[in-house]
C-alpha cells in the first residue's frame, strides 16, 4: 500500500513570495521548480537530502481544476508502488476515493476518511 509520505503540499497564490520565504527565511533549499505543462512545481526542503519535502502548490490553477482538495490547510502526499491495487483495495472498503487524475508529475487520486479530510496518493514509477 502505502510506501512512504513523500511531500506535503501547500497551496499559495504566489509562489514565487512562497519560495522567497522558505529559502532565505527559514534556510529551505529548493530541490525542484519546474513547469509541467502550465503547472508550476516547486519543491523545497530543509536539506538537499530530506526525505519528505514540501511543494508549493498554485491555488489558483488547483481551485480551477475543481481537485476535490481542501486548498485551505496544507495536505499530505502518499506514495504507491502498487497504484492500481491500492485504489481498488480502497475503493472495496468503502473509502471515497476520487478519480484517478493523470498530473503532469504522473498518476494521482485522493482519498478521504471518515471526517472528509482529503489526502492524494501519487503513484511512483
Known amino acids: 500500500m502505502i510506501s512512504k509520505i513523500g511531500q506535503v503540499m501547500v497551496y499559495v497564490r504566489d509562489q514565487d513570495a512562497a519560495a522567497t520565504f522558505w529559502t532565505e527565511k527559514m534556510g529551505f533549499t529548493v ?59 480502497l475503493a472495496e472498503k468503502g473509502v471515497t476515493v476520487g478519480d484517478i487524475v493523470d498530473m503532469p508529475t504522473g498518476r494521482t487520486f485522493n482519498f478521504a476518511d471518515m471526517e472528509d479530510n482529503y489526502f492524494a496518493v501519487l503513484e511512483t514509477r
Open 31 to 89: 530541490l525542484q521548480d519546474q513547469d509541467n505543462d502550465g503547472m508550476r512545481w516547486i519543491e523545497i526542503a530543509p536539506r538537499g537530502d530530506a526525505e519528505t519535502s514540501i511543494v508549493l502548490q498554485d491555488k489558483n490553477l488547483l481551485e480551477q481544476m475543481d481537485t476535490g482538495l481542501s486548498l485551505e490547510t496544507p495536505s499530505l502526499l502518499f506514495y504507491t508502488d502498487d497504484f492500481e491495487q491500492m485504489y481498488n483495495d
